[in-house]
């Protein structure tokens, strides 16, 4: 059954966390040494338990980035302004993660002065997010406090990460742009902006007080986009077009279950069937991953003869690090037994191999398809596959199999994750003992159709909307890479 997905104010935050039992100290009574010293820690949480964490950076670098990044942290005013130089970045993987707790996640967003609008960012621009203000809807940003566009999205950049030397991250990351770049400046009382207006070619300027929490929350609901809030409230939503014979399945997430998965499937792909449509549109944009045996499922429905599925994991340790700062997901300390039944879970099911790393075993792979053959609801006709930034794991895997197939067009931008590898399925979870900040590492690396080596980027989209129509939509209030592809259908029929 279609679910709704709810989203909270956390989300908003991009400082996801969770509830934890133990008493922690407000923020304001947090100092730079609380942090810092749990950034360390994390830091070494990270080379001992991390799958890879030297892939994309050396030992040394990465130790030296860290060692400059703490100094840097040392030498701010505030707790505040010391957030910006967390450094889980330098791993290059978009499933590691560290955020503040709940409490403390609220009690930041009451503290920061906030840049009162939302916006969109696309390509090195940035485009004002919300109607009736007194910058209008759609104008570009090219300055703010006399800092350009590009040193603001450079200063930025660290928490945008994705795997590897992806670049898309911005694609997640905007739209908490109010409180990501407050935190560049948490105390900002005014924020004076140079735009270009729709339709012009000048260069205006206005002074904009800060918004408090309540009204930057209530500007961030009243952004335009995305334009899609409906499709992306749900974990999978249909749309049915008939004048252009056109079927949209908007496939928020792989994370759910065979059986419903399976359901909501079967149901579009027959109906567009039934009534004879010539295309259907994928849009995984919002894909943050899950089962790749899922997206295997969906592309079940897509294919003309049976295909390979074929995936495995690796790693660098079975152990678990520092298990004394070890939790569950519901912020409890893992028992004696919690942790041995994890170990006893990951050496059943992994086995070192001649080079010291340890592989998934046949046990570990017990169910996987590896011929998986086409659904007897299989669609024929043509395929068009929606990716961005926010195409992630095992929803990059997906618009893996449509393209390395070649059973349709990739459209919008490179996915947020590999298409040879990321990171997935066993997660760790720490409580950093100061801050009472989460850490959550993978266990593990997924590799695809038996890769061997990861050039560190994701799939690359067959065609991108281009620069000047993608402004042309934002400004009109429609879908860009949704209206891009539909002109694309609608120019094929002539």
């Not at 503290?111 to 009736?132: A, Q, S, T």
């Not at 999205?153 to 742009?177: C, E, K, V, W």
Request: charged residues 20%; proline residues 5%; hydrophobic residues 40%.
């Amino acid at each position: 059954m279609k679910r709704l997905i709810i989203s909270s104010a956390a989300a908003l935050l991009a400082l996801c966390s969770m509830r934890v039992s133990a008493q922690e100290k407000k923020l304001a009574n947090l100092t730079k040494e609380d942090f810092i010293a749990d950034f360390k820690l994390a830091v070494e949480i990270l080379k001992k338990q991390h799958p890879n964490p030297y892939k994309f950076i050396d030992s040394i670098s990465f130790q030296r980035k860290v060692d400059s990044l703490m100094e840097k942290a040392a030498g701010q005013p505030d707790v505040l302004s010391c957030l910006q130089y967390s450094p889980i970045y330098l791993v290059s993987d978009v499933h590691t993660n560290l955020g503040v707790s709940n409490d403390n996640a609220k009690e930041l967003y009451s503290l920061i002065h906030l840049f009162p609008y939302p916006v969109v960012i696309e390509r090195g621009k940035i485009f004002i997010n919300i109607k009736g203000g007194p910058i209008p809807f759609g104008a570009e940003v090219t300055s703010i406090n006399n800092m350009p566009v590009k040193d603001i999205l450079q200063a930025l950049s660290a928490s945008a990460y994705s795997d590897g030397h992806i670049t898309t991250g911005m694609d997640r990351l905007y739209p908490n742009f109010q409180v990501m770049y407050s935190l560049l400046s948490p105390n900002q009382s005014t924020f004076q902006v140079s735009y270009i207006t729709p339709g012009s070619n000048d260069t205006k300027k206005v002074t904009l007080p800060f918004a408090d929490p309540t009204q930057a929350f209530h500007a961030s609901k009243m952004g335009v986009f995305p334009v899609n809030l409906l499709q992306r409230a749900y974990y999978i939503y249909n749309n049915y077009y008939d004048d252009t014979k056109t079927g949209v399945l908007t496939v928020n997430t792989f994370a759910i279950n065979e059986s419903d998965a399976y359901k909501e499937f079967s149901e579009f792909f027959k109906e567009i069937n039934k009534r004879q449509y010539k295309q259907v549109i994928i849009d995984m944009r919002a894909n943050g991953g899950g089962n790749p045996a899922i997206s295997a499922l969906l592309y079940s429905f897509l294919t003309n003869a049976p295909f390979r599925n074929v995936y495995n994991y690796r790693t660098r340790t079975i152990d678990i690090a520092y298990p004394e700062y070890a939790i569950a997901e519901n912020g409890r300390r893992l028992s004696d037994e919690d942790l041995q039944t994890q170990k006893n879970f990951l050496y059943q099911r992994f086995d070192k191999d001649s080079s010291g790393l340890y592989i998934g075993n046949a046990r570990l792979r017990d169910g996987l398809l590896e011929n998986f053959p086409p659904d007897k609801d299989a669609f024929h006709g043509k395929v068009y596959v929606l990716t961005g930034g926010g195409t992630v794991s095992a929803a990059t895997y997906f618009a893996a199999l449509v393209q390395q197939n070649k059973r349709g067009l990739i459209i919008g931008k490179e996915t947020g994750s590999g298409a040879a590898a990321t990171t997935a399925a066993w997660f760790m979870k720490y409580l950093l003992p100061r801050t009472k900040s989460i850490l959550s590492v993978p266990m593990s690396e997924l590799y695809f159709f038996n890769a061997t080596a990861d050039k560190g980027h994701g799939i690359l989209p067959d065609k991108e909307v281009p620069m000047n129509k993608f402004v042309s939509y934002i400004q009109a209030s429609k879908d860009p890479e949704l209206s891009y592809t539909l002109e694309l259908i609608s120019g094929e029929k002539h």
